[in-house]
């Protein structure tokens, strides 16, 4: 099955500890995207890449870092820096990073306790 | 500042009528459109687009119209079903300057009443 992964769905952190999300895609897609959804908000854009080892900042890279080796993953991690960490994080692909559609993983909540 | 508006934050409707979630923009260069569809706790599912060019698009019981004019646009589902039930997002995109990144509004959650 073609698609976009994200593990887990459900993570756990202590204050002050890194974590990284994973996002994987079988799509053969260029283009990766993190986002955060808060409650009562939008999808915020976090970072995205365009090609492999190309990655730029979006509206809210504060506190994130991602890294971009292979085509198919687009790991995000979420630092200590981050002052409000936790939140639904969406991965999304789309073909190329014009204005194809977007298409999201199943996202992974994540709890900084 | 919002790019991507969508003023009601919920929208109830009977079960077999039509649904018409509204949502308006700010940026003229936006040229393409996309609503999404969410479940609590998933990803967003990509429903049905429009570009600028053109004024409606149409897949089964989805409509989008774009009123470019008004900087507007709308998504009819007709009927609407309890499935349908959900949050939706309409997003925009401009070719030139965003290398595909989508600005989302905030969503409209929409209830299906059987």
């Known amino acids: 099955d073609g698609g976009i992964t994200q593990s887990p769905k459900y993570l756990f952190r202590k204050e002050g500890q890194n974590v990284t999300l994973s996002c994987e895609q079988n799509?053969?897609?260029?283009?990766m995207y993190w986002y955060r959804q808060d409650p009562g908000q939008g999808l915020r854009l976090i970072y995205y890449?365009?090609?492999?080892?190309?990655?730029q900042k979006g509206d809210i890279a504060e506190g994130y870092s991602v890294s971009r080796e292979k085509k198919e993953s687009f790991p995000l991690t979420v630092t200590s820096a981050q002052k409000n960490p936790t939140a639904f994080y969406l991965c999304?692909?789309?073909?190329?990073?014009?204005?194809?559609?977007?298409?999201f993983g199943p996202g992974t909540r994540l709890t900084v306790l | 500042d919002q790019q991507v508006k969508q003023n009601s934050p919920s929208l109830s409707v009977q079960e077999g009528r039509i649904s018409i979630l509204n949502c308006d923009y700010t940026?003229?260069?936006?040229?393409?459109f996309l609503w999404y569809k969410k479940y609590p706790a998933e990803g967003p599912t990509f429903l049905i687009s429009?570009?600028?060019?053109?004024d409606k698009n149409e897949d089964g019981r989805f409509t989008v119209f774009l009123n470019k004019s008004a900087k507007h646009l709308s998504l009819h589902i007709v009927p609407s079903q309890p499935g349908d039930s959900a949050v939706y997002f309409c997003?925009?995109?401009?070719?030139?300057?965003?290398?595909?990144?989508?600005?989302f509004g905030k969503g409209t959650k929409l209830s299906v009443k059987p």
């Open positions: 999304a692909s789309s073909a190329t990073g014009s204005t194809d559609t977007q298409y």
């Open positions: 799509l053969n897609h260029d283009a």
């Open positions: 890449s365009q090609i492999v080892n190309d990655f």
């Open positions: 940026n003229s260069m936006f040229d393409y």
């Open positions: 429009i570009s600028s060019i053109k």
């Open positions: 997003a925009a995109s401009a070719f030139v300057g965003s290398q595909g990144n989508l600005i």
